[in-house]
């Protein structure tokens, strides 16, 4: 299973952005799909994260501002980013794991930059 992330790009500071990742395959069951962002010079950090219930977890950074939802049918996943602040800026990876066997899989990431 490969995971694609897209979406990424340059976007005002109040802007919006969608990424997408797309599993090639069948994802294990159960999971928690989760988007990190890693800004220059700083550590991965978990942005938003859904499990296979549909129960989300985002960090406080965001919320009230990114919204993660799926689509099962098109094993995709969405991050949904508006009011997008220069600190947002970094390249976001989405990842699957499973709360049973502690598998995980990365994406390749996708760059966001929001000019101020």
């Known amino acids: 299973v490969q995971l694609q992330a897209s979406g990424g790009g340059l976007v005002q500071t109040g802007g919006s952005l969608r990424l997408s990742c797309v599993a090639s395959g069948s994802i294990f069951s159960p999971n928690v799909m989760g988007w990190y962002r890693q800004a220059p010079g700083k550590e991965r950090e978990l942005v938003a994260a859904i499990a296979s219930g549909g129960i989300t977890n985002y960090a406080d950074s965001v919320k009230g501002r990114f919204t993660i939802s799926k689509n099962n049918a098109k094993n995709t996943v969405y991050l949904q980013m508006n009011s997008l602040k220069p600190e947002d800026t970094g390249v976001y990876y989405c990842?699957?794991?499973?709360?049973?066997?502690?598998?995980?899989?990365w994406g390749q990431g996708t760059k966001v930059t929001v000019s101020s």
């Open positions: 990842n699957a794991a499973s709360p049973i066997t502690r598998t995980t899989i």
